[in-house]
């Protein structure tokens, strides 16, 4: 009996010094585990006459009460305050401003070329890849351009053998699609192509975008009424288009294609030179000569063929003023193509 007295002041004091949940519950299991001091008592009622035992076991059940009682009270404020540690620890301030996610942007030729596909695509065009690598016969002799033609020079063509180059125009595609897929034909045709050029507005490697269609009654009205939906698409609501008479061997009659100025509404502004018209592609009906090399029967099919500097179009439509800016990787000049 005295004992009991004793366990209780004992367990009060632990108690009392028990600064976490955990403690806490080390000290309870000390006493009322199965292995604890209540509990040993319990197993020591063997002990005990048998008439004394019920007394002795309403004492335990009153001791394990009022210690039970005594650790809950503890608990709850134990728990109570370490909750409110933990919250004060994770604590964050939602007024603060956020991190900002770094955003890319797609390369102004990229995305200038992706709006060329979009044109001419829901015109019924498919996209059709050539190599870069050529063979002179893909890009000269089966368009036409024979052996003295001045394109053919080592000034403006980089030879990699006396038969491979690299493609100077993306005209080859017209050749390598011709062989495989038979009229009908509306192929668009991008890629890298090389020139032995440097200037502000000429790069040794640039890109072009090649556009070939073929049918029974293909004329150079279709050709032209294409065009005006690129440059009304591309430029603005208003752009016209202009047919100039020019000379490429693969084409006849030849084109050179203007469009009216979008700075100035074609009144004639210093990006025009004054004349209200900017020249942005070279076209043409496809020559006869052309469809004979590629098996195409001329007295049947006829043709157009365009091509246009990608770089070009973009500078014409974003103003930039000078062609290396496209592959210095400036992020400043890059970054302003952001959606
Ligand atoms: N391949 C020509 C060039 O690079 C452009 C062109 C393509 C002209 C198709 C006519 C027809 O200048």
């Not at 502000?200 to 556009?211: I, K, R, V």
């Not at 084409?251 to 004639?268: H, I, M, R, Y």
């Amino acid at each position: 009996m005295e004992e009991t007295e004793k366990i209780v002041e004992e367990a009060q004091q632990e108690i009392e010094k028990a600064q976490t949940s955990r403690a806490l519950y080390e000290t309870k299991m000390r006493y009322l585990g199965r292995t604890g001091k209540v509990t040993a008592l319990l197993k020591g009622m063997r002990e005990i006459a048998a008439e004394h035992r019920p007394a002795f076991g309403k004492k335990i059940n009153d001791l394990r009460e009022r210690l039970e009682a005594a650790f809950a009270a503890v608990e709850q404020k134990i728990k109570l305050r370490e909750m409110e540690q933990k919250l004060k620890a994770e604590e964050i301030d939602v007024t603060m401003p956020g991190r900002h996610a770094q955003k890319g942007a797609l390369h102004p030729i990229t995305r200038t070329r992706q709006e060329l596909i979009d044109v001419f695509a829901g015109m019924g065009f498919e996209v059709f890849e050539g190599p870069e690598i050529e063979s002179e016969y893909y890009n000269f002799t089966a368009l036409n351009t024979p052996a003295d033609h001045p394109a053919r020079d080592m000034q403006d063509t980089f030879y990699i053998t006396d038969e491979f180059l690299l493609r100077t125009q993306t005209s080859a595609g017209q050749i390598r699609l011709m062989e495989k897929k038979k009229p009908p034909i509306k192929m668009l045709s991008p890629g890298r192509v090389f020139r032995s050029d440097d200037d502000a507005t000429h790069s040794p490697m640039f890109h072009q975008m090649e556009g070939l269609v073929v049918d029974e009654g293909v004329t150079l009205c279709d050709l032209q009424g294409m065009l005006d939906e690129f440059a009304r698409t591309m430029f603005s609501e208003t752009s016209k288009t202009r047919l100039r008479p020019s000379y490429f061997p693969f084409t006849e009659p030849s084109v050179e294609v203007d469009v009216s100025c979008a700075a100035c509404g074609g009144k004639g502004c210093p990006l025009c030179k004054g004349t209200g018209w900017i020249e942005v592609l070279g076209a043409g009906m496809v020559n006869r000569r052309v469809l004979e090399n590629c098996g195409v029967d001329p007295d049947r099919y006829t043709g157009f063929a365009f091509g246009m500097g990608i770089e070009r179009i973009a500078m014409l439509k974003y103003g930039i003023g000078h062609i290396r800016l496209f592959t210095e990787n400036d992020v400043r000049f890059l970054e302003q193509f952001k959606d």
